[in-house]
């Protein structure tokens, strides 16, 4: 049989236009839509809907209005850097690191550990919810945050691309970032530095598959100070596999995601002396005793490492994910 290759060609051509085609939808994709057509059943929690262009929710447009035009990275008091969770000093949500003593006898960052016993009705407690990074900061389509580089090797490239001066608080805090999402986890810890909500999204329902549910901290409105709270339900999510996403300081939105199996997530009803209500994330890891034996949560505590369950309030920029 005699084979004519030419008359194929004209297929081959338009399978190859149709391929383009479709990988360039693709790519158009929002962030908000490819949510909704990965986790149709999953709604947004606010600190995702938070993270999130406004035009991207409002008309679906896929414009970037990200390049060299600077960044603003969080400053803190008398311009220290702010750190997720705690300021100023080692991230509270990554448990290889001991903590400062300024840390220590900081209030805030006291009050953001108990014990799993103490999580009941009726239990009374101090807090400062707040949001622990640059509320300004949003995603990226993947297509673009793929195109910059986040790796300490190219760091000066980095800071080029955002016109960041390298010796700058915000240079400082954008470095730390990167570093401590280049280090390894804890034995058992599965981590991830997510750059754009699609990865964040492909790395947790690879982790929990598709059938998940999603919670984040949400305050009625913002205290300024340490608040008392009182206990008006506690509901438990899920099992015990599940991923935490921790928002971070840079210059667009970062998320460090980590994956275990030794952690228990519940939804915390709460009610302030004020009369302030809030729906608060609660975390207790049931294992700690790969953690530092310097870390704050043990310091606060005055526990040992691996002895006892313990817990942490999410800042309202921190997202949990479960599976159903």
Same mark, same amino acid.
């Given at each position: 049989m005699e084979f004519h290759f030419h008359l194929l060609l004209p297929i081959l051509t338009l399978l190859s236009v149709a391929l383009v085609a479709s990988q360039a939808a693709a790519d158009d994709v929002s962030p908000d839509a490819y949510w909704k057509s990965v986790l149709p059943n999953a709604p947004m929690p606010k600190a995702v809907k938070d993270s999130l262009r406004s035009k991207w929710i409002e008309d679906k447009s896929t414009s970037v209005g990200v390049g060299k035009g600077g960044v603003n990275v969080n400053a803190g008091p008398k311009g220290k850097p702010v750190y997720v969770g705690v300021t100023p000093g080692p991230n509270p949500?990554?448990?290889?690191?001991?903590?400062?003593?300024t840390q220590i006898n900081d209030n805030?960052? *006291?009050a953001l550990f108990f014990l799993e016993k103490d999580l009941k009705r009726g239990a009374k407690m101090n807090l400062h919810f707040t949001k622990t990074t640059n509320a300004e900061t949003t995603f990226l389509p993947r297509q673009e945050a793929d195109k910059i580089p986040f790796s300490s090797e190219k760091m000066s490239e980095i800071l080029e691309h955002f016109s960041v001066t390298p010796d700058s608080?915000?240079?400082? *805090?954008m470095k730390?970032?990167?570093?401590?999402?280049e280090?390894?986890?804890?034995?058992?810890e599965e981590k991830y530095c997510a750059t754009s909500l699609e990865s964040m999204v492909d790395f947790t329902t690879s982790k929990l598959g598709k059938n998940v549910q999603t919670v984040s901290t949400e305050v009625e409105k913002e205290p300024n100070k340490l608040e008392e709270y009182r206990v008006s339900g506690v509901k438990k999510m899920g099992g015990e596999k599940i991923v935490v996403c921790h928002k971070q300081n840079y210059a667009y939105a970062v998320f460090y995601c980590h994956k275990t199996t030794t952690t228990k997530a519940y939804v915390v009803s709460l009610i302030g002396i004020n009369w302030t209500k809030a729906k608060a994330v609660a975390v207790c890891h049931t294992d700690t005793s790969a953690w530092n034996p310097k870390h704050l949560a043990f310091q606060v505590l005055n526990v040992k490492p691996g002895t006892v369950p313990v817990c942490h309030y999410l800042p309202e920029d921190h997202v949990v994910w479960v599976q159903n």
């Amino acid at each position: 049989m005699e084979f004519h290759f030419h008359l194929l060609l004209p297929i081959l051509t338009l399978l190859s236009v149709a391929l383009v085609a479709s990988q360039a939808a693709a790519d158009d994709v929002s962030p908000d839509a490819y949510w909704k057509s990965v986790l149709p059943n999953a709604p947004m929690p606010k600190a995702v809907k938070d993270s999130l262009r406004s035009k991207w929710i409002e008309d679906k447009s896929t414009s970037v209005g990200v390049g060299k035009g600077g960044v603003n990275v969080n400053a803190g008091p008398k311009g220290k850097p702010v750190y997720v969770g705690v300021t100023p000093g080692p991230n509270p949500f990554i448990y290889n690191y001991a903590a400062t003593e300024t840390q220590i006898n900081d209030n805030p960052n *006291v009050a953001l550990f108990f014990l799993e016993k103490d999580l009941k009705r009726g239990a009374k407690m101090n807090l400062h919810f707040t949001k622990t990074t640059n509320a300004e900061t949003t995603f990226l389509p993947r297509q673009e945050a793929d195109k910059i580089p986040f790796s300490s090797e190219k760091m000066s490239e980095i800071l080029e691309h955002f016109s960041v001066t390298p010796d700058s608080k915000e240079a400082e *805090v954008m470095k730390k970032t990167i570093k401590e999402c280049e280090e390894p986890g804890i034995k058992g810890e599965e981590k991830y530095c997510a750059t754009s909500l699609e990865s964040m999204v492909d790395f947790t329902t690879s982790k929990l598959g598709k059938n998940v549910q999603t919670v984040s901290t949400e305050v009625e409105k913002e205290p300024n100070k340490l608040e008392e709270y009182r206990v008006s339900g506690v509901k438990k999510m899920g099992g015990e596999k599940i991923v935490v996403c921790h928002k971070q300081n840079y210059a667009y939105a970062v998320f460090y995601c980590h994956k275990t199996t030794t952690t228990k997530a519940y939804v915390v009803s709460l009610i302030g002396i004020n009369w302030t209500k809030a729906k608060a994330v609660a975390v207790c890891h049931t294992d700690t005793s790969a953690w530092n034996p310097k870390h704050l949560a043990f310091q606060v505590l005055n526990v040992k490492p691996g002895t006892v369950p313990v817990c942490h309030y999410l800042p309202e920029d921190h997202v949990v994910w479960v599976q159903n």
